[in-house]
């Protein structure tokens, strides 16, 4: 199997390719039936928009971890004290700190052999792999240690291969790093960041905050348009978790914000930061195995 794949007529093709194709097209249409299923409700996000890339600036190197990388207009009179963080120095991961998602969802099982550390960095791998009835193997981290109100922000370099839904996210890890089946429990789930790699770059991201009473209900989902691409390239991901309001960030930018008072009561969440296959077009096998890079990720809470 390898190139795209995309659900058209070729002159040639296996038997093999034609199922895995055909089980592609099944996945981006569960996919996206599954989103749909979360009923709208309270206010909607806020975007502020991002018109051009004239003046922008994408940090090159790690920050000092004293502060969160926040513009001086955005920040606001806020004061800002260093809490938890994970700068992944070293040459494995920290199991005091990490537990990792070994659930089954969309097109991959993901797999703690696929998560290591290297060069002061998190590298979730993502590979061509069949386990299970996927074709593919993905990875991902859920902090031991819980959080609430508070600025939390990481340093990600996304996957270009097309296929891969990757995120920032926040929730209660209650089913042992199984994502769908912690839902039953969990009250609610932040997702600063997700991004499906092989979008353009007018697609951006997206951010949701998705809680589940009675149902599941959204805020969002609200895509992010930006100028620039998104992939193979690291941006800083931030958000101001407040008790009436949330507000997004990208390299330091304020870039949306929400109001949280149509939440119900919330509770400290787990800090998620995954990579799996699904809620893509198409898959370019041809390019894996790729991987997510984490720089650091960090918690802050107002001094």
């Not at 922008?56 to 926040?70: N, R, S």
Request: hydrophobic share 40%; aromatic share 12%.
């Amino acid at each position: 199997m390898t190139g795209i794949l995309e659900h058209q007529q070729r002159p040639k093709v296996t038997v093999q390719s034609e199922v895995v194709s055909i089980l592609v097209v099944l996945l981006i249409i569960l996919s996206f039936r599954e989103c749909a299923a979360a009923q709208s409700s309270g206010a909607p996000v806020v975007l502020s928009g991002i018109d051009s890339a004239e003046g922008w600036v994408t940090p090159k190197e790690v920050i000092a971890g004293d502060k969160p990388f926040i513009s001086a207009d955005a920040a606001g009179r806020k004061e800002w004290v260093l809490s938890w963080h994970d700068e992944f120095e070293g040459n494995s991961l920290d199991r005091l700190r990490w537990d990792y998602r070994i659930d089954s969802k969309f097109g991959s099982v993901q797999l703690p052999e696929n998560v290591s550390v290297a060069d002061g960095r998190l590298i979730l791998t993502l590979r061509s792999q069949i386990l299970r009835d996927k074709h593919f193997t993905g990875a991902g981290v859920i902090s031991r240690e819980t959080f609430s109100h508070g600025y939390y922000e990481a340093r990600i370099k996304f996957p270009e291969a097309s296929g891969w839904w990757s995120a920032f996210w926040l929730m209660k890890n209650a089913a042992g790093g199984r994502a769908n089946a912690g839902t039953k429990d969990a009250r609610q789930e932040i997702d600063i960041v997700e991004h499906a790699s092989g979008w353009k770059p007018k697609d951006g991201y997206q951010i949701n905050i998705h809680w589940w009473q009675g149902g599941h209900f959204v805020l969002g989902p609200a895509k992010l348009r930006v100028p620039f691409p998104l992939s193979g390239d690291f941006h800083v991901y931030g958000f101001d978790y407040g008790k009436r309001q949330g507000v997004f960030y990208l390299d330091g930018h304020k870039v949306a914000e929400v109001d949280l008072t149509s939440l119900p009561p919330q509770e400290p969440a787990s800090i998620w930061l995954t990579s799996i296959q699904g809620m893509a077009n198409s898959i370019e096998s041809n390019k894996l195995p790729t991987r997510m890079e984490v720089d650091y990720v960090r918690f802050f809470l107002l001094k």
